[in-house]
């Protein structure tokens, strides 16, 4: 883990969706670290709880405010109570998402559109929400994007389509609202162990080591890689950053490597 100033997020209220689990949840944890209160959004509040108790248990503040990124009303809902509970936004991380490999010929028009409204409109929503309850002076956006952003992937079309305009989203809201004093910034994490996303796509064994034997830095990465990431575009070491998308995925994209899912990983075998 990277030591960054102590503490360096005392007093601001974090929003972080997805931050049931996964990557997210290490993001969450760092943010907490580091003295933000972290309003935790997810579908599951159960899963939002235990995270959410084990950040308190470590001395943080947390707390679960269960909402779909497809249900604006929902999320507006949990950035209200979020406000209340530990004061104005000024993290947001945008980090639900969801996925499945399948050939384009093998998915229904309702799998292709349930990944664009979790991935895509989720992040605008996300944003969007969390703008009514913002603090924008100093604050910060991260969304989460992927290497399918910038590199098509064979059984990834709903996830290319949907992460390429995250990037693109990420980017316009980084013009509209820096004159406000919210910073706002994308990450591609890499292929990351100990993730669903990764079982799903890269699954444990010869496929995911033949992807770490070709990436430059020779290996996955942890959360916390990606989660130190985080934690740098939402510190003052970034306050002259936004508008950037930012691989931090041991080379992957810069080097074109594709992630080759094995045809036995889909539904349809
Ligand atoms: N192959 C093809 N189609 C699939 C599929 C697969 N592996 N998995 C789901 N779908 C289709 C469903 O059949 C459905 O389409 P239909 O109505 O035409 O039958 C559509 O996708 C929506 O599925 P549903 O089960 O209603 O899920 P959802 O709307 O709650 O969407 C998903 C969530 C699809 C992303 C699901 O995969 C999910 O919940 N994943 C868990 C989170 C996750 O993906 N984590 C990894 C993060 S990288």
Not at 83 to 103: D, K, M, R, T, Y
Request: glycine fraction near 10%; aromatic fraction near 4%; charged fraction near 15%.
């Amino acid at each position: 883990m990277t030591t960054f100033a102590n503490r360096m997020f005392e007093g601001r209220t974090a929003l972080v969706s997805g931050g049931g689990s996964g990557i997210n949840q290490r993001i969450a944890e760092r943010l907490a670290e580091q003295g933000a209160s972290v309003a935790l959004v997810g579908r599951t509040q159960s899963k939002l709880d235990a995270v959410a108790s084990g950040i308190i248990a470590a001395g943080g503040k947390s707390a679960g405010f269960a909402a779909d990124v497809r249900d604006y009303d929902a999320l507006l809902r949990s950035s209200a109570a979020a406000h209340e509970q530990f004061g104005a936004i000024s993290i947001v991380v945008c980090g639900a998402a969801g996925n499945f490999p399948a050939l384009a010929n093998a998915m229904s028009a309702n799998a292709f559109k349930s990944v664009i409204d979790i991935d895509l409109l989720g992040t605008f929503n996300t944003c969007r929400a969390a703008y009514e309850h913002m603090d924008p002076a100093g604050a910060s956006i991260v969304t989460i994007s992927a290497p399918q952003a910038v590199q098509a992937m064979v059984m990834q079309s709903h996830v290319c389509a949907a992460k390429a305009g995250v990037d693109m989203l990420t980017r316009t809201l980084a013009l509209e609202w820096g004159p406000l004093g919210i910073r706002v910034n994308g990450v591609i994490p890499g292929p990351v162990a100990d993730t669903e996303g990764m079982d799903r796509l890269a699954p444990a064994g010869p496929v995911r080591d033949a992807l770490a034997a070709q990436l430059p830095l020779r290996r996955v990465a942890t959360k916390d890689d990606i989660a130190d990431m985080v934690v740098f575009l939402c510190s003052d070491a970034a306050k002259y950053v936004t508008g950037a998308i930012i691989p931090c995925d041991g080379g992957m994209t810069t080097a074109s490597i594709a992630i080759q899912t094995p045809r036995s990983a889909t539904r349809h075998g």
